[in-house]
């Protein structure tokens, strides 16, 4: 026998199986199919616990560091030390709260058997599912820089095909020169050559005239010198030469083609369980939304005409009236920190700058609904048509429109009739987000329509309405689905990867900070509360 099995503490029913249960009812320990057995027993009342919570132990008490013939049986709360009987009578822990030293121990336990849980089912799970992403990322990567050493290759055939081509064809065009080149240096010879056989001939005649004495000959004999003193010309052919050019590395690289610089993206992965960082008290009877001056102050919005500007602690710092006495419908934080408010019942989006109201957006036929403010500066407005039978979104720079985006490739309309909620956020790869009805739309920069989200298929209380809308720093997309008190989080292209709970009631109004904290206006509470999810 192994005697390890000498230690392995058994059911006391089978006697058998190593046991993981006890029944607190019954004092007895219980196996995992035995439990189940045990149960089914309703003569009796039990309560089935993990073993290891439970089990019985000879408590190991540690030596008093004053006293060291005591054992520190109790805990000085007050001094975070334990402490034995000698020390409390001594009067030197005199009015600090002293507990069971084996309380105390049962609770740090406690609180380590949680966090051994948390760090077993929750935070060690996804480390392991960061370490598998790296891994596949890797073999990703090992395989795409793979590729692009091939296209480098390709690139570099392509090229040198090109090269070989000019080559032979210079080599041709130097044997074709060189053979024209040549045929006027043979037709120069041949004259020469012909020229030179009259000469012998007429020296021959010359010396036989001379040899014979004939009066005949010599008498018709016609000097030819003055023909030939006059010397062929000479035919002088410049000897092509083939030019060098100077090689500009650059734009050689642009004809292979630039390799991107590497870009790092630090991705934060999102936090195990969100957490609430501050609630704001706005004093609104209804709250519709909130927009991130900074870090530690929001403008607010609600069932008034008064707008408020409000620190982390509740603090009214500023606040404003619509110039109009009419209630705002949506309100945006532009990029130099002055607030936009939309006002339907007058048409018109209003900018406040230095406190001063100014009208930047007046529209006929449409009425605005909600605003937010692109990175490139533009205002991005959602509305609906004065007879509410059509939903745009319109983009401006400044007081000027530039874009209109309002039907699909098939000419159907992108947004519902219904004037609610039609929350906007640009994301960070400039999607346009929309919520609209049961769904939330989004399009790329120029309109075209890149997915719909119509929530998650878990169990809900009501169907999916989202309201607020925003994007953070990761491309994440935040919606908040209101009649089911969560906000719902998607990646940029719509997957969804979580919820956030955090007791939310009524959740309308979303923003993001610099930093990535969430904040979230609850209608009925008229709260706004600070929640860090990253």
């Known amino acids: 026998m192994d005697p390890r099995a000498q230690d392995v503490l058994l059911c006391d029913l089978c006697e058998t199986d190593p046991l993981q249960y006890l029944c607190e009812h019954c004092d007895i320990n219980l196996c995992t199919d035995c439990a189940s057995k045990h149960l089914s027993d309703s003569s009796k009342k039990h309560k089935i616990v993990p073993y290891h919570l439970h089990r019985k132990f000879t408590p190991k008490y540690s030596k008093c560091l004053k006293h060291a013939d005591k054992d520190c049986e109790m805990y000085c709360e007050s001094c975070h030390i334990p402490v034995c009987s000698t020390c409390i009578s001594s009067g030197k822990h005199k009015g600090h709260d002293i507990s069971d030293i084996l309380e105390k121990l049962g609770s740090k336990k406690q609180r380590i058997q949680k966090d051994l849980e948390e760090l077993e089912k929750k935070i060690y799970p996804r480390y392991t599912e960061i370490s598998s992403a790296v891994q596949t990322e890797k073999a990703e990567v090992q395989t795409n820089y793979g590729k692009l050493a091939i296209t480098a290759d390709q690139q570099g055939e392509v090229l040198h095909r090109e090269v070989t081509a000019i080559v032979n064809k ?7 020169t060189k053979t024209k080149h040549l045929s006027i240096l043979d037709k120069q010879a041949d004259e020469i050559t012909h020229r030179m056989t009259e000469i012998n001939q007429v020296i021959l005649e010359m010396k036989n005239i001379l040899d014979t004495n004939d009066i005949s ?31 500009n590395t650059e734009t050689l690289n642009e004809m292979f083609g630039l390799l991107t610089s590497l870009s790092v993206t630090t991705v934060e992965p999102l936090l195990a369980e969100p957490r609430l960082t501050a609630a704001i008290d706005t004093g609104y009877s209804g709250l519709r939304n909130v927009s991130c001056l900074s870090e530690d102050q929001v403008w607010t919005c609600g069932d008034s005409e008064t707008m408020k500007l409000l620190n982390l602690q509740s603090k009214l710092l500023t606040s404003i009236q619509t110039k109009s006495g009419n209630t705002p419908i949506d309100i945006a934080v532009t990029r130099d920190g002055d607030l936009l408010y939309t006002n339907p019942i007058n048409k018109i989006v209003n900018l406040i700058k230095n406190k001063q109201i100014q009208t930047v957006i007046r529209l006929q036929g449409w009425r605005p609904r909600r605003v937010c403010c692109t990175a490139g500066n533009d205002l991005l407005v959602t509305m609906i048509s004065d007879d509410r039978k059509q939903s745009k979104v319109v983009r401006y720079s400044g007081s000027t429109e530039t874009q209109s985006i309002q039907f699909d490739d098939q000419g159907r309309p992108l947004y519902s009739s219904d004037p609610n909620p039609k929350y906007i956020s640009e994301n960070r790869n400039l999607d346009i987000c929309v919520t609209n009805a049961s769904e939330v739309v989004v399009v790329n920069q120029s309109g075209k329509l890149r997915f719909r989200y119509t929530g998650h298929p878990s169990n809900t209380k009501q169907s999916f309405n989202p309201a607020g809308i925003t994007t953070d720093s990761q491309s994440h997309i935040l919606t908040a689905d209101c009649y089911n008190d969560r906000i719902h989080i998607l990646d940029q292209d719509g997957q969804f990867l979580r919820y956030i709970h955090c007791d939310l009631e009524r959740p309308l109004g979303l923003c993001v900070d610099i930093r990535d904290n969430l904040f979230v206006a609850e209608f009925y509470t008229a709260k706004v509360k600070k929640i860090q999810y990253l």
């Not at 210079?170 to 074709?176: H, L």
């Not at 008498?219 to 060098?244: A, C, H, Q």
């Open 170 to 176: 210079r080599k041709a065009d130097i044997v074709e």
């Open 217 to 247: 000959l010599t008498s018709t004999y016609k000097s030819r010198n003055d023909e030939f003193n006059k010397l062929p010309p000479t035919i002088k052919v410049t000897l092509p030469s083939l030019s060098t050019p100077t090689i």
